[in-house]
């Protein structure tokens, strides 16, 4: 193309003269159509022809106040050549250049993005030359600025197979769908507030990661994170603080984040970070060691500096996990662990832990179950005198036997009652069994021995815990003498006015009540003067070791001591040897329970034992 040519499209004049050709294309096709009536009376058919022609100009001009008039419907003519001949306002507000602008510039040179060029000349050439229509579509075009607009452009062409073809774009701005589309998926794939890939982006990004550390032989490590105590940041400072602290812990993971590591946020104030290219234990502790710095400065919230901590759980690969499930599940049941040591601290997956979890979670679904399904029973094991070896009471303690499967110990399942709320069955079940299993007794004339049962602190939460046991006693038509509780030192110091009040009441009544475990709980020893109890049983740990140990046997002397000057009944247990219970004897603790003299027993052998049909302990016939 020369220059004249270009100057000559260019020409405010020549632009008018397409725009007519515009027009008469138009007009063209209205002049074909034949007066409906024009046979009869010449004049007649010229003044219909001339009302034709008036109405379609006004249509046409309606038409074009119409394309003017919508701002987000660009309309563009362009004469074969490809030059612009038409160009309304949505056009200048869709691609910035004013019609004057625009007038006889190549479409190519205006809005085409280089990519496109060599397609729009030979697409337009084959409708030219061949009829091929150059169908509708969402396009990526270019803004005078330079920057690219989104729009859905339709061709529509006219004078086809004349010498001046023309082509119209109507192009529709598809900016706003864009953004909108494109805040939907950031929404979807991002953390609102700190921007960073949520769980499920997450977890694509991190197994594509994983996939090439598979390739490349490469481990990686997975680092769960949980702040602790966030809820009291929010609580005490609000939540525009706590959001505060969590834009900053971001900015400082990001800090310390190396290209190919992720960081995601994956709830309220949990984090999960991978760190790829970790092999050996002190690449471990070294990414571990980074994360901890994060928390090294104090955050400040609220003008105040605030320490803040977090817990760590860590998980790798390939050992802990294959996928990033896996993973980040595995980081996290680590990082429940780091939890409960308390604040900062970290933890490392052990497959051991999981499956230890994986079994709590099974028996803790199962409790109910097998209570309807009457697994439980109460066995008995019989506290004897230290000075005579008569048996004195009975401890009862529970049993489950699952009907498949071995015997599960209450040291695992009591635990795992009290979490789930099941205790309160369990515990009301115990008392029924204990009296009924009492009243069966007493009818067989064993009148002597006492039936303890173990109470745990969970089931005095229930307000009316303590009366259900009165009222059980009541019912059975047991008195003080026949039933006693074990409660353990720590559920005494927690126990609320109401709890101390019933145990003063059943104190007062004659009930026994010993403190389990002794020992082990509280340290201090004054406590004991303000609650309501009776006996002292002092924890195996300390019988086990007192012969050897001179501080252990220490500590056992002084219980011994302590509880007799209390006016407390005192009791030992575990004692496995002739070794210990005559160090006990030495001691005068009153009662001794253990191996060494009976194990715990279903309540068949205790009638025989009770009934003299088995011999009772030689052990203590001196
Ligand atoms: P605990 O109340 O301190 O019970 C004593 C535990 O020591 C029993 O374990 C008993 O079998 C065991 N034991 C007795 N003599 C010896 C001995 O000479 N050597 C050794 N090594 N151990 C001995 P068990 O039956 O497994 O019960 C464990 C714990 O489960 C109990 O500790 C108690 O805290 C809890 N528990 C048992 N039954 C019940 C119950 O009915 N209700 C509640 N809430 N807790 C119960
Ligand atoms: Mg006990
Ligand atoms: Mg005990």
Redesign the pocket.
């Known amino acids: 193309m020369t220059a004249s040519d270009s100057r000559h499209h260019r020409d405010p004049e020549r632009l008018k003269e397409n725009r007519r050709e515009f027009s008469g294309a138009l007009e063209l096709e209205v002049s074909k159509t034949p007066p409906t009536n024009g046979i009869d009376s010449h004049d007649a058919g010229r003044e219909e022809v001339e009302l034709v022609r008036r109405q379609y100009l006004e249509s046409e001009q309606r038409f074009r106040a119409l394309l003017e008039s919508l701002p987000k419907v660009a309309v563009q003519g362009y004469d074969r050549d490809r030059r612009v001949i038409y160009w309304n306002e949505g056009s200048t507000r869709l691609y910035g250049y004013t019609a004057e602008e625009a007038q006889g510039q190549l479409l190519e040179d205006l809005i085409i993005p280089a990519f496109m060029r060599d397609g729009v000349i030979l697409a337009h050439d084959a409708w030219i030359k061949e009829g091929v229509d150059i169908p509708a579509d969402e396009l990526q075009l270019k803004h005078k600025s330079g920057e690219l607009v989104s729009v859905f452009s339709q061709h529509l062409m006219l004078n086809e197979h004349t010498d001046s073809p023309l082509m119209f774009c109507v192009d529709v701005d598809l900016s706003d769908q864009k953004r909108a589309h494109r805040d939907l998926e950031f929404a979807t794939r991002f953390d609102r507030l700190t921007h960073l890939p949520n769980r499920q982006t997450f977890e694509v990004d991190m197994d594509s990661l994983l996939e090439s550390c598979r390739c490349q032989g490469n481990g990686l490590a997975t680092i769960y994170l949980d702040i602790d105590h966030f809820v009291e940041i929010n609580d005490a400072l609000g939540y525009d603080q706590g959001d505060r602290l969590l834009i900053e812990l971001t900015r400082r993971l990001r800090e310390c984040q190396r290209v190919t590591d992720l960081v995601s946020r994956v709830s309220s104030d949990e984090f999960v970070l991978a760190f790829p290219g970790v092999h050996l234990a002190p690449d471990v502790r070294r990414v571990v060691r980074h994360v901890q710095n994060v928390f090294r400065e104090p955050f400040v919230l609220d003008g105040r500096e605030c320490q803040v901590t977090a817990c760590l759980g860590v998980a790798l690969f390939p050992e802990n996990g294959e996928s990033s499930r896996e993973l980040i599940r595995n980081a996290d049941v680590a990082k429940n662990r780091a939890k409960l040591e308390g604040r900062g601290a970290v933890r490392f997956f052990q497959q051991k832990l999981h499956d230890e979890l994986v079994r709590q979670h099974y028996l803790s679904a199962r409790l109910e179950e097998a209570l309807d399904n009457g697994e439980f029973s ?2 008995y ?1 019989p506290q004897v005198s230290a000075a005579n070896g008569r048996i004195e009471n009975l ?5 489950w036997e699952p009907a498949e499967g071995p015997p599960i ?3 695992e399942f ?1 635990p795992l009652a009290e979490r789930s709320g099941v ?1 309160h069955r ?2 009301d079940w ?1 008392i029924e069994e204990a009296c009924r299993q009492q009243v069966e007794w007493r009818a067989k004339g064993f009148l002597e021995h006492r039936i303890d ?4 602190g969970r ?1 005095l939460v229930r307000p009316d815990a303590l009366k259900s046991f009165e009222d059980s006693l009541q019912r059975h038509g047991l008195g003080p003498r026949d039933i006693g509780i ?1 409660l ?1 030192e720590n559920v005494l110091i927690e126990a609320d006015e109401t709890v101390l009040e019933d145990l003063r009441r059943l104190h007062h009544r004659g009930i026994r009540i010993a403190i ?2 002794f020992g082990t709980g509280y340290s201090s020893l004054s406590y004991l003067k303000h609650f309501p109890v009776t006996a002292l ?1 002092i ?2 740990s300390f019988i ?1 070791d007192a012969a050897t140990q001179p501080k252990d046997r220490a500590i056992m002397e002084g219980a011994i001591f302590i509880g007799h000057r209390l006016g407390l009944e005192v009791v030992a ?4 040897n002739a070794e210990q219970l005559s160090l006990l004897r030495e001691m005068h603790c009153d009662l001794v ?4 003299f009976y ?2 027993m279903p309540a068949k052998e205790i009638d025989r034992l009770l009934g003299g049909l088995v011999p009772g302990h030689e052990g203590l016939s001196s």
């Not at 401890?395 to 049993?399: G, P, T, V, W």
């Not at 049962?453 to 745990?456: A, F, G, K």
Request: proline share 5%.
């Open positions: 109460l066995h094991q401890e009862a303690l529970i049993r110990s209450p040291a009591i205790i369990l515990g115990v049962i173990n109470v745990s089931q074990e353990t389990d475990d049983k924890d195996r086990h247990e575990g004692v496995e329970q253990g191996f060494f194990r715990p």
